[in-house]
C-alpha cells in the first residue's frame, strides 16, 4: 500500500507540506486523510501548522474523546481527575495503626452518645479511609448533584462554540466531506458535547480531589455523601486538622468522631432528612441561568480543543449573578436544614463531651473557625452550581435544640426530627421560644394546617419538600 492515500488525477493536494505534517494529519485521522478534507484544511491554513504542535493537539483531543461520557458530566473521568488531585497533594495509605486508632475513637463516640441521644447507633460501621477511597465513595452522589449544572452548561457552552466557529467565516465545504443537507453546526454538536462533558468532568474532578485534602470525615460537609450504616474518618486530614491547635491528637480525633457519628445517627434515624437536603440542592442547580453572554466571550480566545483551556476560560463565568424566586427559596430550605443538622450536632457533642474531654470547648470553637471562614464544602459548591453552602443560622439552631432541652429533655429535643411538618423552619429560628412552648404544649399541625402552611411557604404540601422557609 502507497504511504499516501489516492489522489485525484491532475491534483496533489500535499504538493508542498513536510512529511511530518502529512504523518501527524494521519494519526490525528486514524490513518485515513480524504484528499478533499486537505484541500479545505489547506485553505484554513493547515500547511503553516508545527507538525510537532498538530501531533500534541491530536492527542489531547484523542484522549478527551476516548474517555467514557454517561451524560453531560462523566463519573469516571471525574474520579480519575479527582484521585490524580488527591494524589498530587500527598495521598498515604492508612496504616493498620492509623485504623485501629479510629476504630477506638469511634467506640468511644459510640458509648457516649448513646447516654446523650434517643436516636440509636444500630449497625453502623466504622472505617478509616484514605482521601482516594472517600473519592470514590462520594463521587456518584456528586456527580448526581451536579448533573443539573453540567447539563446546561452543556448546552450554553456549544452554543458559544458554534457561534465562534461561524465567525471564522463562511468556509463553503468541498463536496464529500459531509452529506448532502447536513448543517455544519449539526454534524459537530457531538463533538461540543463530548467536549462540554470533559471540561465539566474534569472541573468537578479537580474540586472533589481538592476536598479530599480538607474534609476530615464522610459527612463533614453536611452533604449525606456517606449513607449510614458507614462512618467514615480520614486520619491523614485529621492529623493536618489537629496541627497547631496545642491539643492530643488523640483528642481531636475523639472528638471529631463524635461529631461524625452524632450526624450519621441523625441522618439514618430522619429518613427525610437527606432527601430534603438533596431536593434543595438539585432544586437549586436544577433552576441555574447560565450566563451565555459571558461564556461567549471567554471561549473568545480560548483552544477549543483543549479541556483546561476550556475551564480556564469559563472559570467565574459561568452562572448569572441573579438568583430566580425558585432559586432563593431553595437555598432559604437548605441553609435553614443545613443550620439545623449541624446546630443539633453542636448541641449533642457538646452534652457528650461534658466533664469528659478536656479540650472540647477549644475544639469546639476551632470547628467554629472553620465554618466562619468558609468550610471545604463552600469553596467547592460555589464554583461547581454557584452556590455557597453556609449554615448561616447555626447559632439559632443550636439555640433551639438547647431551649428543647432545657424545657423538654434529650427526648424532647430529638421529636423536633420526627416528622419534616413539625421540624423547625426558618421561622422558628426567629422565635425559637415561641416553637419551644408549641412543642411544649403539644401543638401539633393537622394535615389542613400543615397544607395550609405549606401553601403560604410556596410548597407542594405535607410531603411535597423538606421545611426550612
Same mark, same amino acid.
Given at each position: ?8 488525477? $491532475? ?53 478527551? @474523546? ?52 434517643? @436516636? ?37 457552552? $456549544? ?9 471564522? $467565516?463562511?468556509? %463553503? ?55 449510614? %450504616? ?72 480560548? =483552544? ?14 459561568? @452562572? ?15 441553609? /435553614? ?23 472540647? =470547648? ?18 467547592? @459548591? ?26 423538654? $429533655? ?33 401543638? /401539633? ?25
Amino acid at each position: 500500500m502507497s504511504d499516501r492515500p489516492l489522489q485525484p488525477s $491532475g491534483e496533489d493536494p500535499f504538493e508542498g507540506m513536510p512529511p511530518e505534517l502529512i504523518e501527524a494529519l494521519r494519526n490525528l485521522t486514524g490513518g485515513q486523510v480524504d484528499p478533499e478534507m486537505i484541500k479545505m484544511l489547506r485553505g484554513m491554513g493547515i500547511d503553516q501548522v508545527d507538525p510537532a504542535m498538530l501531533q500534541m493537539v491530536g492527542s489531547q483531543m484523542r484522549e478527551m @474523546f476516548a474517555s467514557p461520557s454517561d451524560g453531560p458530566v462523566s463519573q469516571a473521568t471525574a474520579t480519575e481527575v479527582a484521585r490524580k488531585t488527591a494524589a498530587a497533594a500527598g495521598d498515604p495509605s492508612v496504616s493498620s495503626t492509623q485504623s485501629k486508632a479510629v476504630a477506638d475513637a469511634l467506640s468511644v463516640a459510640r458509648l457516649w452518645l448513646d447516654g446523650v441521644t434517643s @436516636f440509636p447507633a444500630h449497625d453502623l460501621t466504622g472505617s478509616a479511609w484514605s482521601r482516594a477511597e472517600w473519592i470514590e465513595a462520594t463521587m456518584p452522589l456528586w456527580v448526581e448533584l451536579v448533573a443539573p449544572v453540567a447539563e446546561g452548561v452543556s448546552g450554553a457552552v $456549544g452554543a458559544a462554540m458554534t457561534s465562534q466557529l461561524e465567525r471564522l $467565516g463562511d468556509l %463553503p465545504l468541498p463536496d464529500g466531506v459531509l452529506p448532502a443537507g447536513v448543517d455544519p453546526a449539526a454534524a459537530m454538536a457531538p463533538m461540543m458535547d463530548k467536549m462540554s462533558s470533559a471540561m465539566f468532568s474534569l472541573q468537578l474532578g479537580q474540586a472533589v480531589g481538592a476536598l479530599a485534602g480538607e474534609v476530615v470525615s464522610g459527612t463533614e460537609v453536611a452533604l449525606p455523601l456517606v449513607p449510614a %450504616p458507614q462512618v467514615a474518618m480520614i486520619p491523614a486530614n485529621v492529623d493536618a486538622f489537629a496541627e497547631g491547635l496545642d491539643v492530643p491528637t488523640d483528642e481531636v480525633r475523639l472528638y471529631l468522631a463524635l461529631r461524625e457519628s452524632a450526624r450519621t445517627r441523625l441522618f439514618g434515624a430522619v429518613p427525610w432528612l437527606a432527601a430534603g437536603v438533596m431536593a434543595a440542592v438539585r432544586d437549586y442547580a436544577g433552576d441555574i441561568t447560565i450566563d451565555t453572554e459571558a461564556i461567549e466571550a471567554s471561549l473568545a480566545g480560548a =483552544d477549543l480543543s483543549d479541556p483546561a483551556s476550556l475551564q480556564n476560560a469559563l472559570a467565574d463565568n459561568l @452562572f448569572t449573578p441573579d438568583q430566580s424566586p425558585a432559586q432563593r427559596a431553595a437555598l432559604r430550605r437548605l441553609e /435553614t436544614l443545613l443550620a439545623l443538622v449541624e446546630g443539633w450536632v453542636d448541641v449533642v457533642t457538646e452534652r457528650a463531651t461534658a466533664g469528659k474531654l478536656p479540650h472540647a =470547648d477549644a475544639l469546639g470553637e476551632a470547628v467554629r473557625r472553620r465554618r466562619a471562614t468558609g468550610g471545604p464544602a463552600e469553596k467547592t @459548591f460555589a464554583s461547581l452550581v454557584g452556590l455557597e453552602l453556609r449554615p448561616r443560622r447555626l447559632r439559632d439552631a443550636a439555640n433551639l435544640f438547647k431551649a428543647l432541652e432545657d424545657r423538654l $429533655g434529650p427526648d424532647g429535643r430529638d421529636a423536633a426530627w420526627r416528622h419534616p411538618d413539625l421540624a423547625p423552619s426558618g421561622a422558628d429560628l426567629d422565635d425559637v421560644l415561641g416553637y419551644v412552648e408549641r412543642s411544649a404544649a403539644g401543638d /401539633t399541625p393537622d394535615d389542613m394546617d400543615a397544607a395550609l402552611d405549606a401553601l403560604l411557604r410556596g410548597e407542594d404540601g405535607p410531603g411535597g419538600s423538606a421545611p426550612g422557609e
